[in-house]
């Protein structure tokens, strides 16, 4: 059986979005290849200009700034805050350890956040205002279709222009 080369493919995400590093696969993988993908071989990247300063994103496949399926890990702070926004696509989110914390509204009202454990899973659709926190360390899974993009309600809230 002939042996498998792995290498490692670098993505730095445009324009201020998503940061991170795809994870290894087989050298002549295509798009529309399986990806099977264990936590150790992901790699972790700063997060993203456009995100408050903080979390950790390992890009799991795809390309964010570009049109098509992706999917990011994010790893978040403990009493992380993701001000309101909405995306241009809709966003799923499963949680993966911890618990994320998403509301739905222009306001940030943490009495309004429901609180996400383990295993739990929310759609946010495509320009819904939402806002998200955390409490304790806490990662996620992020997919959807690209390209990804965050909006801020109020834009003095975005990270990008402080």
């Known amino acids: 059986m002939r042996a498998h080369v792995i ?3 670098s993505v730095v995400f445009a324009a201020g979005m ?3 590093t795809s994870v290894r696969a087989d050298e002549e993988a295509h798009a ?3 990806v099977m993908v264990t936590p150790a071989a992901l790699s972790w ?3 993203p200009a456009s995100l408050p300063p903080g979390p950790k994103v ?4 795809g390309d964010p700034t570009q049109a098509g399926p992706f999917t990011l890990r994010i790893k978040l702070p403990a009493n992380y805050r993701i001000p309101p926004h909405w995306h241009p696509a809709d966003e799923h989110v499963t949680v993966i350890a911890g618990a994320f914390h998403m509301g739905l509204g222009e306001s940030y009202d943490v009495s309004k956040g429901k609180r996400l454990p383990v295993g739990s899973f929310a759609l946010m659709p495509a320009k819904a205002a939402h806002f ?5 360390p806490t990662v996620i899974q992020l997919h959807g279709i690209g390209p990804w993009g965050i909006n801020y309600v109020n834009p003095s809230d975005d990270p990008r222009k402080k």
């Open 32 to 34: 529309s290849a399986h």
């Open 18 to 20: 998503v940061a991170g």
């Open 132 to 136: 998200a926190f955390t409490k304790g």
């Open 7 to 9: 290498h490692l493919v």
């Open 45 to 47: 990247a700063d997060g």
């Open 58 to 61: 390992a890009v799991i496949e």
